[in-house]
């Protein structure tokens, strides 16, 4: 079993920034791609970003590219979303997931056997 505890959300203005953490325990951590989603109100949980098990791959939704990064510290078994020049329609409750097989990093929710509560971000003036 693998617990997935989140943290970092909370509000911001637009162009600000906010760093997401997910902290993994339960089983080894090294081999898992590890992913984010977020998700409004009435619509469906949508891909933000995602990172190999080596760390080595990322991949990220095109409205988010060159704004977030996905990054991942096997020491500390945490990945983390670095948020920056955030906009209202980042607007969000963020969930990290986990792929325990260690083969898919991407958007396909289905893949990930793990998630995490959520956290909400809220991109506001």
């Known amino acids: 079993q693998v617990q997935l505890a989140q943290s970092g959300g909370g509000l911001v203005q637009p162009g600000g920034s906010l760093r997401l953490s997910c902290a993994a325990s339960g089983r080894i951590f090294d081999d898992f791609g590890m992913g984010w989603f977020r998700q409004t109100p009435g619509k469906e949980r949508e891909f933000v970003a995602a990172?190999?098990?080596?760390?080595?791959?990322?991949h990220y939704a095109d409205s988010v590219k060159k704004r977030f990064t996905i990054s991942r510290d096997d020491g500390k078994n945490a990945v983390y979303l670095q948020m920056n020049s955030l906009k209202p329609e980042d607007t969000a409750v963020y969930y990290c997931a986990a792929d325990s097989g260690g083969t898919y990093y991407g958007p396909d929710m289905r893949e990930y056997d793990y998630w995490g509560k959520g956290t909400l971000v809220t991109v506001s003036t």
């Open positions: 990172i190999s098990g080596s760390g080595r791959s990322t």
